[in-house]
């Protein structure tokens, strides 16, 4: 018997089926597509969270308040202590302490309804200094950004995010517009530049004002002087490690804290927040794949079960193949060949189902899912395999059976 | 009841290849028994069967129901295994034979027409008869060109892509019949293979029976009718899973 022949009656075997043949190559089908969009999502928000942490500005050091993990795995204050201050910042800003630092913005923020008198819109309040602009990095697309003055008499000013000022005005050509945050009026002097579709939502969707507004008329009470997180930019990449020591024996000093392990508050740099929340994601990753391998699993067994179905069903044709003169082994490849095309259209149909999900998902989800080759490449191969493995046994059973008793079973 | 068991009494050369003389033994069973065991339950449906046929013979099988002629063919066509005594297909002894070598047998050297048929439903008439050249390696073209001739020979040409389904008991028959041909075997064992046929087609297939004959083939045949019977040259008499006799048909 040769292949084309073996693949022919496989392939009517197969289609005589309908249904049944397509509920197995489904059961592959769902794990194969399940594998290609997890990977593919792991690797996507990685890739996105990279992006935003980047996106952050360049160079930087982000110090937040609260310890790092203390000797006995306890976190100190976190999120409780308002132990950074405006004079922290101000202390990094010095030429003296800080040579490597080529500047420094202090940012206080809070969630908040920025209102007109139209409508209102929820978003991130951040009060920090003119610096701001340079640390983070940004531009503005109209008017001016605050000055120190401004920051220094308290003025009601604010800059806004390209999509807070669409939001709240229904264009982003805004400056002069007023806006009430927390009972303020608060003129609109500058609209930053969008970061663009791909950076994060929050780039876009915020309010910038000067730092002691937010202090004074914002936020207020017994916090008044903390901040929440205070950005350093190192003057190049190669003083990022310098910058990085300075920051330490500075705010050491002036917390007078002697044990850099007890240290109140925590530096990070943007490369290692991006593979803290890439090993998160990774380890997420290999997580939810192994889950989705499991539904592969099951679609094997899917395979064999069908199979094992076909092969008590057909005992009486195998009985006749054998009495007719087919020996074992093409009795065998007949059932093998019909697991693995089984296995393999659940993977070509898998792989196609990932792949056009991976297309429509991250508009309707808002993240993105990169699909590799060798993902898709690499199931194909696998659901293949499953066919082939868990048809062994049924191909066996069916190459075994005794003509005579084939014959005459019903 | 006293036996008349001829069939020892025959003269046959031992041990001649299948290829050689028109007397040489193609089928030789010596103190053949089968015993069929359904749970604790054993059956003895053949005992003692002492039974040679030579090349070129044309044998009928007779017997009640139940007497163990199908479980005889079985036997004789290597689809099934002896319980004891000693079988030789063209001189070798089967039990020797594994199951590729018994493959072979059956595809090459043997042509079944089964009692039941067994076609196989979702395949088209000519699908169904070049199944034993599939598994014999003709290439495709021949295999159909064969497998219609042989329809042909029996009277179904006109029913060439018609499933089993679509078509009478005895022209299902008449399909498993042109099945057993299409390989040209040197053997045809044919369990009942005019049951199912009306006078006319009947005496068609035992026409084509006769030309096989007449070509040099041994051909068995098991039948319930003396009318059927009379086609052969010998008649061997199963009772009770013994042969009660085996006798040169007078004609
Ligand atoms: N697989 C089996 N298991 C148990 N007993 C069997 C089996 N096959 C046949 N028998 C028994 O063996 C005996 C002979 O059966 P067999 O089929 O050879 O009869 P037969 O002579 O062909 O009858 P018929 O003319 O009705 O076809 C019967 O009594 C039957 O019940
Ligand atoms: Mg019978």
Redesign the interface.
């Given at each position: 018997?040769?292949w084309t022949?073996t693949l022919r009656t496989g392939w009517?075997?197969i289609r005589?089926h309908g249904l049944r043949s397509t509920l197995t190559v489904l059961g592959i089908l769902i794990g194969i597509a399940a594998v290609i969009l997890t990977v593919g999502l792991g690797l996507g928000t990685q890739k996105d969270v990279s992006e935003q942490i980047s996106s952050l500005g360049s160079n930087l050091l982000i110090v937040t308040p609260g310890s790092s993990t203390d000797s006995d795995g306890m976190r100190g204050g976190f999120g409780s202590a308002a132990t950074l201050t405006r004079s922290d910042a101000q202390a990094l800003a010095s030429e003296v302490n800080t040579p490597d630092v080529a500047g420094v913005a202090p940012e206080k923020s809070t969630s908040l309804a920025v209102e007109t008198s139209e409508t209102n819109w929820t978003t991130t309040v951040v009060g920090t200094t003119p610096e701001w602009l340079d640390v983070r990095s940004r531009e503005l697309s109209s008017g001016e950004f605050f000055t120190a003055d401004d920051d220094a008499e308290a003025a009601a000013v604010v800059v806004l995010g390209s999509q807070t000022a669409t939001e709240l005005f229904g264009s982003t050509d805004v400056v002069g517009q007023v806006v009430t945050i927390a009972d303020t009026p608060f003129t609109v002097v500058g609209v930053l530049a969008s970061e663009g579709a791909a950076a994060s939502a929050d780039l876009d969707d915020l309010a910038v004002i000067p730092l002691t507004t937010a202090a004074e008329q914002v936020v207020g009470g017994s916090s008044r002087s903390s901040v929440s997180t205070i950005y350093v930019q190192a003057a190049s990449a190669d003083q990022l490690a310098a910058a990085y020591q300075e920051t330490e024996t500075t705010l050491l000093n002036l917390h007078s804290i002697t044990d850099a392990d007890s240290a109140d508050f925590s530096i990070n740099s943007q490369d290692s927040l991006v593979s803290t929340a890439t090993a998160v994601y990774r380890t997420l990753t290999v997580l939810l794949t192994g889950i989705a391998g499991l539904s592969l699993l099951v679609g094997g067994i899917g395979v064999m079960n069908i199979m094992l179905v076909s092969v008590t069903e057909r005992t009486?044709?195998i009985?006749?193949?054998?009495?007719?003169?087919?020996?074992?082994?093409?009795i065998r490849r007949q059932f093998l060949v019909e697991a693995t095309v089984l296995g393999l259209a659940g993977g070509l149909l898998g792989a196609a189902l990932g792949i056009v999900s991976a297309r429509v998902l991250p508009d309707l989800l808002d993240t993105s899912i990169v699909v590799s080759g060798a993902a898709v490449a690499g199931s194909v191969v696998v659901a293949m395999g499953i066919g082939l493995v868990f048809g062994v046994y049924p191909a066996t059973r069916a190459a075994r059976l005794?003509?005579?008793d084939a014959?005459r079973s019903e | 009841m006293a036996e008349t068991t001829t069939a020892d009494a025959r003269p046959a050369p031992a041990g001649a290849p299948w290829s050689e003389g028109v007397a040489a033994p193609v089928i030789d069973l010596a103190g053949v028994g089968k015993t069929y065991r359904t749970g604790a339950i054993e059956y003895e449906a053949l005992r003692d069967i002492h039974l040679r046929i030579d090349e070129g013979e044309y044998v009928a099988i007779m017997g009640p129901s139940g007497s163990g002629k199908s479980t005889l063919m079985n036997l004789i066509g290597c689809l099934d295994t002896l319980t004891v005594g000693r079988y030789l297909l063209a001189g070798d002894d089967v039990a020797d034979l594994d199951e590729v070598d018994l493959a072979e047998i059956r595809n090459r050297r043997i042509g079944f027409v089964f009692q039941q048929f067994h076609l196989l439903p979702s395949l088209a008439a000519w699908r169904n008869v070049e199944l034993p050249l599939v598994y014999g390696h003709v290439p495709g073209p021949e295999r159909r060109r064969r497998a219609v001739e042989a329809l042909e020979r029996v009277g179904l040409g006109s029913k060439l892509a018609n499933r089993p389904g679509e078509m009478s008991g005895g022209q299902q028959q008449r399909v498993a019949v042109a099945r057993a041909l299409v390989g040209e075997p040197a053997l045809i064992l044919a369990d009942e293979p005019t049951g199912n046929l009306d006078s006319t087609s009947s005496a068609d297939v035992l026409g084509l029976f006769d030309e096989l004959h007449a070509q040099g083939r041994t051909i068995v045949l098991i039948t319930h009718e003396l009318e059927v019977a009379q086609h052969a040259r010998r008649i061997v008499r199963v009772r009770d899973g013994r042969i009660q006799s085996d006798e040169v048909n007078p004609r």
């Open positions: 018997m040769t022949e009517a075997a005589s009486r044709e009985g006749l193949r054998k009495a007719l003169g087919a020996p074992p082994w093409a005794a003509p005579i014959l | -």
